[in-house]
């Protein structure tokens, strides 16, 4: 009986350090993927855009270019298979189907070409996906992983998460929150040694915050404009969700793929002429905005300008993903928050005369619209906290985030990474 017990506790302490290494290795792997693939989409989105901005040729150029070098792309070299977002993780740890290595390249390359050339989202869903399909290949090296698949796929999303905000909270709350819903000891194990081999790496390389913010305080009076804001977030939210399923619903549609080419490109550089703000990832504008917010009096051409910003970035960002772009809801979500907080904040300001701080509505907007997009709102905190490197707001974000994410439910019950086809309408 005591060599049998030395025996299975022998064979426990071999399982426990193979899981400890494997998720080093995913950590650190998926972490350079993220630092790199955001490096390289930071400095070619701002070479371009400034392209554009010089020459507007190039607003009708870019996306045309991009969608079409994507679809060739994945005909001739990815194996003519479509990206379907984070729906093909949430197959894979719910079915004994594993996410094949080639989604590694295709995510982020197209991810990468998507941003870069116009297209209105983000690299963060290309980078979850991709991340993840580290950890589906290395739980496929040894017989041992097979029961921990779902763990370390999780432990490759919470690496890729890090590495893009500079928070390891957000990183497992996103896996836990969005991809495995149950935590076990091995998901502990996995997912916090990936996130600290993440963070380690984003300290060796003095990654600093993707917004470089001053948050002073913020005020008890300002309670009730927080709760009108996060109601206005999930309303948002919803806007943004519905026009997802509704484009790629209508695209679908759509048998030959030059037409959706040629439809998305169209539209794209329409919206991206009249908007350059809703060109990529749209970060280069929320540091601008961010610099500049108590200096922007509300007047009524700015007012217009946000509220079409507002109305026509789920639409752009919507036709970007089903024509053929690769990405997500992250970013949009982000850069409509902002907008949203600034435009309600310079309303209150104007016509009200609150005196509320249009900065601290950015920043709770933000995290407000993606909490009630991805139904996440404890991942939004700590990801926006993590972004601005500053957790004085932290606790109206996280009433608005929790009241965002209520109200989006009540509304419409899913996102859009939980829809059935059947639930379009």
Known sequence: MNKTAQIKKNHQFIVFRKLVIVSILIGFLSAFLGISLKKITEYYEGIFFHEVSVNPIYYVIFPVFGLSVIYFLRQYLF????????????????????????????????????????????????TVVATATIGSVAQQKENVFRKYKTELICAGVAAGITALFSSPIAGILFAVEVISRKVTRAFIISNVIAVSIAFALLSILKEEPLFTVSITTWHLKAIPYFILLGILAGVNSVYLTRCV?????????????????????????????????????????????????????????????????????????????????????????????????????????????????????????????????????????????GLTNDYTLFLPILAVCLISKYTAKMIYPHTVYTYAPSLIK
């Open 79 to 126: 194996k003519k298979k479509e990206n379907k977002g984070i729906k093909e993780v949430f197959e894979s740890t719910k079915s004994a189907k594993n996410l094949p290595s080639y989604k590694i390249p295709s995510h982020f390359i197209n991810g990468l070409l998507t941003v870069i050339f116009g297209g209105s989202t983000g690299i963060e869903v290309s």
């Open 245 to 385: 399923l509704f484009f790629k619903s209508q695209f679908g549609k759509i048998n030959k793929h030059y037409y959706k080419i040629v439809i998305g490109s169209i539209v794209l550089s329409v919206s991206l002429f009249i908007f350059p703000q809703l060109y990529g990832e749209g970060y280069h504008s929320l540091k601008m905005i961010f610099g500049n917010s108590t200096q922007l009096p509300l007047t009524i051409t700015l007012a217009l300008t946000f509220i079409g910003i507002l109305i026509l970035k789920p639409i752009v960002t919507s036709i970007t993903l089903a024509s053929g772009g690769d990405g997500g809801v992250f970013a949009p979500s982000l850069f409509i928050g902002a907008f949203l907080g600034l435009l309600l904040s310079s309303i209150l300001n104007t016509f009200f005369n609150t005196q509320v701080i249009p900065l601290n509505f950015m920043i709770i907007g933000m995290a407000a619209v993606l909490s009630a997009s991805i139904h996440a709102p404890f991942t939004a905190i700590f990801l926006v906290c």
